[in-house]
């Protein structure tokens, strides 16, 4: 079975302030992990993926198998950046491989 | 807007009512994903079709769900006797492809609340 874990439901940081959304996955074989992020009244919507490890508004996010974390990080919070975020996994084959597996999500709040 | 569209937005609907949801995907993309959300949980996976095969559905989808797409573009999503446990945000996202090039676009959710 898949799943991730997102241990803070809410985390507050201010602004200039560095950031880190914690993400812990479950999965016994290599998984693909991605954030997607959802600000106020939008659609949820794809921030990065690991395999690209690229950077996205600022953030970059190392998967770490052997602490199978997928951590999401900023050096400077802006005050766009307050939105929830959220982990995901997808498996890399049989049926996992066609879904998504979300963690709870974390909303982050930057204070100006 | 070219991204997923869903209708309606919102639907309220009495106990044992049926209800069907409609989601268009982007044009030519051939993956269509369903998924449900609930208060201060992450979107949980329903059910995935390509092109117009159902191919993978949760355990999460009871009988009295069903999911159509019949030519491959639009599809449907129906909930017969509705109870007060389906309130949720129903999510539809579509994709080109499955790998980690071809990420999920989702639409902006239908809510339902049952009464």
């Known amino acids: 079975a898949q799943r991730v874990t997102q241990p803070e439901k809410l985390l507050s940081v201010f602004k200039g302030a560095p950031v880190e959304l914690k993400c812990n996955y479950s999965?016994?074989?290599?998984?693909?992990l991605f954030w997607y992020v959802q600000y106020s009244r939008q659609r949820l919507q794809l921030l990065l993926r690991?395999?690209s490890r690229e950077s996205i508004k600022g953030f970059t996010a190392d998967l770490n198998k052997g602490e199978t974390s997928f951590h999401l990080k900023k050096p400077f919070a802006q005050e766009e950046d307050s939105a929830m975020y959220y982990c995901?996994?997808?498996?890399?084959?049989?049926?996992?491989?066609?879904?998504?597996?979300f963690g709870k999500g974390t909303k982050l709040s930057v204070i100006p | 807007d070219t991204g997923v569209s869903q209708d309606p937005r919102h639907k309220i609907t009495k106990r044992g009512q049926n209800v069907t949801f409609r989601c268009d995907p982007i044009?030519?993309?051939?993956?269509l994903y369903w998924y449900r959300q609930t208060l201060g949980q992450g979107p949980e996976f329903l059910t995935y079709?390509?092109?117009?095969?159902?191919?993978?559905k949760s355990r999460l989808l009871s009988d009295r769900f069903s999911a159509e797409r019949p030519k491959g573009s639009f599809s449907t999503l129906e909930i017969q006797r509705t109870e007060q446990g389906d309130s949720a945000m129903y999510l539809c996202?579509?994709?080109?492809?499955?790998?980690?090039?071809?990420?999920?676009?989702f639409g902006n959710g239908t809510r339902l609340t049952v009464t």
């Open positions: 996202a579509s994709s080109l492809g499955g790998g980690s090039n071809s990420p999920l676009h």
């Open positions: 999965y016994s074989g290599s998984p693909e």
């Open positions: 690991h395999i």
């Open positions: 995901a996994l997808k498996g890399q084959s049989g049926a996992g491989s066609y879904q998504l597996t």
């Open positions: 044009s030519e993309h051939n993956r």
């Open positions: 079709f390509q092109n117009e095969a159902q191919l993978e």
